[in-house]
């Protein structure tokens, strides 16, 4: 232990002086203003727009210079099936730099942003400012009236300094009321520095539910459901029990399935401090997505966020001596697991919806079903789901805590395995035949998707490394 403080300590010891020439007004949203004062963070900062070089991530293909966009429901077709019904069954793409962050919004398809206002949320810097000023008349407006709200010149303007900093004195704040409340729920008092550089990511990187009144419009600002959890121990148990806890929290409707449902967004930050190994030693987003790094004689906190894996691991370096080959083999060997996990649930939730749109479909004939099984398989398919959507929203494919993710995906797993029993049960004792491999049709769900006619890239498909898959479900059965 003394050994790993000594490393942390290490880190922070020899952080950068801070130089400044001039004075950046306490509400200043601009970050050309900001960068007047501090060049060499601000060119730091703006580096997020540039492209990747591709070929060093296997998993996180995001705006690489092969200039290839990496469809999330090509990578992962079940998801295509699962997520039939609103925008993410549309057009869900693997993230890029924050550079981007409004930008991709303005360029995706519409179903994407149809909440509003709200959808800026983890976007603009002047979200907070403007729920204040505007209320519903901003969260609901309709997306391009929202943007239209932001004066021009920050339109498309991502994550901002103003969002981490405090101009007084360059200290990490945060610039969103739901980490404000989301903070309060957890009991979480006076957060150390080392503490802000991880929570000024968990501002964005979160899980948030848009609340939605009776008629699934949108009701306020996002919200966290971090209910019953406290700091360092938010679990999905928790996030379901408080999803599921009232029909708030419902933002949309399956169609494979038909039920209303809630949703789970990119927990990075949930994942991370839940117990994983390099949050349990002290570590912060920051220690490995923003190194110091050497700009002209100046030493600087990197602004340049992005996979530590295309940047060669340098962020690591500080910290472990064993190089570059050897993290990228350990890194990479814990994606494989999670994909191949990742797998095992999507196809065995996928099935289970399969099943329920054949009991619905026979419902609505006039069949009869029994009802208990029928609801007790909801239930145990729901959390199935939101565990399954949970480890595929989270962005690191299982590295930031590699145990949890495998644990989730087990319970995924068997979550499901009891849901499709139980719905079969239902299915074969109201005189129903049921083949043994259901077919998924997943062609259907990947084709002519939006605005822009989508379809699924076969090569963009992340097969299970382990080749197990195939046991489970048949080539046929996917329809593809
Ligand atoms: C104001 C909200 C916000 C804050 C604060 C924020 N992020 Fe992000 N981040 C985003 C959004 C939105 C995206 C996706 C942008 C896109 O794909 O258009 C993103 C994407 C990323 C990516 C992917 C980049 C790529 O090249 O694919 C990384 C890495 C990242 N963020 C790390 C961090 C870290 C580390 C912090 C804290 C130091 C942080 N972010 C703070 C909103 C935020
Ligand atoms: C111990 C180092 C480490 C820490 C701490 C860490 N990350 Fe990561 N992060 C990684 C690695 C490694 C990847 C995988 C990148 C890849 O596969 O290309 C990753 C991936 C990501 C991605 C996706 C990047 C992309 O290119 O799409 C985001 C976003 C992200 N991390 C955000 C965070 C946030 C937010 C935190 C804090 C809550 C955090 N990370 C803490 C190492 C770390
Ligand atoms: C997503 C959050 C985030 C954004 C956006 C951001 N910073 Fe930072 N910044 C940090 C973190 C984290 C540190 C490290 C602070 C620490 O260790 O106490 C930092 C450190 C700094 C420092 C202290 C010196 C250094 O390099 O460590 C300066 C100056 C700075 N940032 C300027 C800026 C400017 C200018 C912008 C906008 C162009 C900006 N930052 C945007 C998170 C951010
Ligand atoms: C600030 C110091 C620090 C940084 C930066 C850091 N690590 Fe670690 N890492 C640790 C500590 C401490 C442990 C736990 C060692 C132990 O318990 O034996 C650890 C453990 C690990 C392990 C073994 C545990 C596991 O999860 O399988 C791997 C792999 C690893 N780190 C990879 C990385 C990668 C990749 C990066 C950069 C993206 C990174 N680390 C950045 C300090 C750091």
Redo the contacts with the bound molecule.
Sequence with gaps: MSA?AA??AG?GGDRPELFRAGVIAEDEFDPEVWGKIFPLQYESWLATGQMRPSGKSMYKKGWDDDKVVYDKLSEFPFLALLYNGWGFGVEYNEPRGHFFAIIDQLEIDPSRVKPGGVCLACKSPMHKTLTKQKGLAYLTANFTDAVNMIPEKLRKTGPACIDCHNSSDMTLRTNKLHIENGLKTIGKKNPTRQEMRLIVCGQCHNTYTVPRDANMKVAGDVQLPWSGSRWGAITIENIIKDLLKDSSRLEWKQNVTGFKMPFIRHPEFEMFTNGS??FN?G?SCA??HMPYKRSGSYKISSHDLAS?VKQD?T??A???TEGADW?RK??FT?QERTISLLNRAGYANAVVAKLFEIANNHAAKGGSIDRGLYDRAKDYYMQAFLRLVFISAENSIGFHN?TEAGRVLGDSVAFANRAELLIRKALTDSGIRLPENVNLELNKYLTNRGKNKLNFRREQEFKDPYNNQRYFTTGESKGL
Aim: charged residues 5%; hydrophobic residues 45%.
């Design positions: 790993i490393i942390i880190c190994i390099h030693a570590l220690d490995c530590p691991f962020a690591c500080q910290c472990h993290l350990q890194v814990t590699s």
